[in-house]
């Protein structure tokens, strides 16, 4: 049983910086594939970033760019540093673990392939 942690969250202005934190335990984190999602008030969760346990990446078109996922695996972490962000971008921020498949550049935009989820982290951009 994997658990997660995020941390990170807070209030910014369009133009600003943050960096979300994903602890994870309980397992053998250095081979899971990790993803990042977001939901905003009203609307469905939706793919941020993902990232293969050899540190392969995908994002979603609307941060590339301005978003980096990363992992430490010798400190069980995942990182979602964010930069230029924009009043869009406010919403929780929930980190999520999968081991479904052990391919060294797996990683999955569907949240329904992840098997662990964190308890989110609120991201709040003010114009």
């Known amino acids: 049983q994997v658990q997660l942690v995020e941390s990170g969250g807070g209030l910014v202005q369009a133009g600003g910086s943050l960096r979300l934190s994903c602890a994870a335990s309980?397992?053998?984190?250095?081979?899971?594939?990790m993803g990042w999602f977001r939901q905003a008030p009203g609307k469905e969760r939706e793919f941020v970033a993902a990232i293969s346990w050899t540190g392969s990446t995908d994002y979603a078109d609307s941060v590339k760019g301005r978003f980096t996922i990363s992992r430490d695996n010798a400190n069980n972490t995942v990182y979602l540093q964010m930069n230029n962000m924009k009043p869009e971008d406010s919403a929780v921020y929930s980190c999520?673990?999968?081991?479904?498949?052990?391919?060294?550049?797996?990683?999955?935009?569907?949240?329904?392939?992840?098997?662990?989820w964190g308890q989110g982290t609120q991201v709040t951009v003010s114009s």
């Open positions: 309980g397992g053998t984190f250095s081979r899971y594939a």
């Open positions: 999520a673990a999968t081991r479904r498949y052990s391919g060294r550049y797996y990683k999955t935009r569907m949240g329904s392939d992840y098997d662990y």
